[in-house]
């Protein structure tokens, strides 16, 4: 066993559940509002805009842009060390809604504000899979 501390994980809740098993099916989905059509992020009871609570699980583009960024350089955990220098970013998806996430897949110094980027679906250890985005 190693040394190294594991980083947390998501817990998946029943709400969040369709969501988790997109990711781990290798593509991305948002609830759609059946009322206003309108794509939510986070997942949720009701639509953040009418309140209805005709939501549907929908599999999206997995294409965004890159709408704000930070590089880390300093882990707020140690199971992340190793990681850093890496990018936390909100994604601003075609459909709408942002998403924490960081971008991969190039040089830090080279993500920059509305760079287009794709979904992408670290798997993990433990059977989840993380979005992250890499540059499209």
């Not at 110094?109 to 679906?121: I, S």
Request: aromatic share 10%.
């Amino acid at each position: 066993m190693s040394d190294q501390p594991r980083k947390p994980l998501p817990k998946p809740s029943p709400l969040s559940q369709p969501f988790w098993d997109g990711l781990a099916a290798g593509e991305l989905r948002l609830q759609r509002c059946d009322g206003c059509d309108t794509y939510v992020f986070y997942p949720r009871p009701y639509c953040p805009r009418c309140l209805s609570e005709a939501l549907t699980w929908r599999a999206v583009s997995g294409r965004g842009r890159v709408y704000t960024y930070t590089i880390v350089r300093r882990a707020m955990h140690p199971a992340f060390q190793p990681d850093v220098p890496y990018v936390f970013a909100i994604v601003e998806l075609e459909e709408g809604p942002r998403v924490e996430t960081n971008v991969v897949g190039c040089s830090p110094e080279d993500v920059r504000v509305e760079m287009p980027v794709k979904a992408v679906y670290d798997m993990t250890t433990a059977g989840i899979a993380l979005l992250k985005f890499e540059p499209a």
